[in-house]
């Protein structure tokens, strides 16, 4: 996936200027940056969740296998299957069973057969390393389950679909420690199979499960955020290009 002079409104006010970024397949790439700086906008504008704001727009190009998601013609429910998304908080159907929510985005996509729902299912909660959790209670709401399971009920959700690519937007912002560190580790398994890009303000979280880290910032008061620099995370971490950069890896700012 690549972005080319990607920038992104709402309505007549710009929030993210200029993005020039190529991610790298079945990797995890980390966007971070102080609050406000257009993160979670840009990566919504990856699979065309930012407009559906009212009055949010975009304008540049974000290629996908050498198609521009925004062309038209390209039908944006189609884009989303291909590109998922994980949100900040859990957002299970909570009057759904355990199963029906794995199952909702295979019978969006026209799979009814049981037998196949069944194998996708088990499949994907396996995949989302829940399987052992819930497969005695799958006919039950998934508003029993613990916030943790609930993330992880979101992710195998998304990940039934089969999507080339996964993004997550602070998706352990809401979770105690061992349920962060379950997404972690579930993150570092699922990048062999998925490319997954992750917004988080944790800078630990980011330096532990990415390959390649973005770092965003404002330039000034009332600019647009801005993509400052992106490289690897060791070097981001240990011995970034730009002066901006490290003043927020080192607190200086931020």
């Known amino acids: 996936m690549e972005t080319i002079g990607l920038s992104c409104y709402y309505g007549k006010s710009i929030a993210v200027e200029d993005v020039n970024i190529a991610i790298e397949p079945k990797s995890v790439t980390a966007f971070i940056g102080p ?5 979670s906008t840009f990566l919504r504008s990856l699979n065309r969740l930012h407009e559906v704001i009212p009055g949010a727009w975009v304008e540049g190009r974000v290629m996908l296998d050498d198609e521009d998601i925004y ?4 039908d944006p ?4 299957r291909t590109v998922g ?4 908080r859990p957002n299970v ?3 759904m069973s355990i199963f029906d929510n794995v199952a909702s985005g295979l019978r969006l996509g026209g799979r009814r057969r049981k037998s196949d729902l069944s194998d996708t299912v088990e499949k994907s909660l396996r995949g989302a390393n829940l399987w052992g ?6 006919n039950k709401s998934a508003a029993g389950l613990s916030g943790g399971q609930q993330q992880r009920l979101c992710i195998a959700r998304a990940i039934a679909v089969e999507p080339q690519v996964l993004l997550m937007d602070e998706p352990c912002s809401a979770l105690d420690p061992i349920s962060t560190l379950a997404i972690e580790d579930l993150i570092a398994e699922l990048k062999d199979r998925f490319t997954i890009v992750i917004v988080t303000h944790n800078m630990q979280q980011a330096a532990r499960v990415s390959d390649t880290t973005a770092f965003f910032t404002l330039m000034g008061p009332g600019e647009p955020g801005q993509l400052v620099e992106v490289d690897t995370t060791q070097k981001i971490f240990t011995n970034p290009t730009q002066k901006r950069t490290e003043d927020y890896i080192t607190g200086r700012f931020g």
């Open 85 to 88: 998304m994980v949100f900040q």
């Open 35 to 39: 609050s406000g700086c257009g993160k």
């Open 93 to 95: 159907f909570p009057t």
């Open 133 to 138: 959790e819930v497969s005695s209670r799958l």
């Open 77 to 80: 429910s189609a884009v989303r």
């Open 71 to 74: 062309d038209r013609g390209v």
